[in-house]
């Protein structure tokens, strides 16, 4: 009767044992995952050149240690337009940190505009300490490389000879006649063979735009 006494009391430390966390989330390396990037806005909505990707990672993660930045286990493979082909540059991420009801969901935040082609490594050794290399995961953005180049700020023309050459033609009062752009704006769409949901959307979008400004 003793052995089966100490056999039940075994049984009991178990099941409180269990519930009182045994079973919780088991927390290992990431293997791999899915990442978004869009482009960062400031209060008054106006777009920033800055870029926010949400990672989510395909298990729940937990940092080894509070002692290391969570951001330093990131980095980015970003490619951009040069004026002879599109190259790659190593971007290291501003801050890292997780979201606030999920263990597999991480903010990034960057200092530039992430495109689609972007590549994101995460170190395997910040959520496990026995593992070694990185994971790759490629990043889905609403942007291209040229979307880019556009966004990033204003161009510069390389060679001035290129616009220097000839005498531009005199602003007419049809230039100043918003009515008269947005039907020149209609017919350029409809030579381009655009279709009409997407010139409805840029009619829309032009008629959005203040008077002073398309004048």
């Not at 919780?24 to 209060?43: E, K, V």
């Not at 937990?62 to 004026?83: G, H, K, M, R, T």
């Not at 002879?84 to 597999?104: G, M, W």
Request: charged letters at 20%; hydrophobic letters at 40%.
């Amino acid at each position: 009767m003793r052995i089966a006494g100490m056999g039940v009391s075994l049984t009991l430390f178990i099941v409180i044992a269990l519930a009182c966390g045994g079973s919780g989330t088991t927390f290992t390396a990431p293997q791999g995952g899915s990442a978004t990037a869009s482009r960062d806005l400031d209060p008054n909505g106006n777009p920033l050149l800055s870029s926010t990707i949400i990672l989510r990672f395909d298990r729940p993660v937990e940092l080894v240690s509070d002692q290391v930045p969570l951001a330093s286990f990131f980095e980015l493979e970003v490619p951009f337009a040069s004026a002879e082909e599109v190259k790659t540059q190593r971007v290291l991420v501003k801050s890292a940190q997780f979201a606030a009801d999920s263990q597999r969901e991480v903010n990034l935040v960057v200092d530039r505009l992430v495109p689609v082609g972007t590549k994101l490594f995460v170190s395997q050794k910040g959520f496990e300490r026995e593992k070694t290399g990185q994971i790759e995961i490629d990043v889905e953005s609403d942007l291209d490389v040229i979307g880019v180049l556009f966004a990033g700020g204003a161009l510069i023309v390389a060679d001035p000879a290129v616009v220097a050459n000839g005498t531009p033609p005199e602003v007419t009062d049809a230039d100043r006649d918003p009515s008269v752009q947005r039907s020149a704006l209609e017919e350029h769409l409809e030579t381009r063979g655009t279709d009409p949901e997407t010139t409805q959307r840029a009619l829309a979008i032009y008629d959005a735009i203040p008077e002073t400004i398309v004048t």
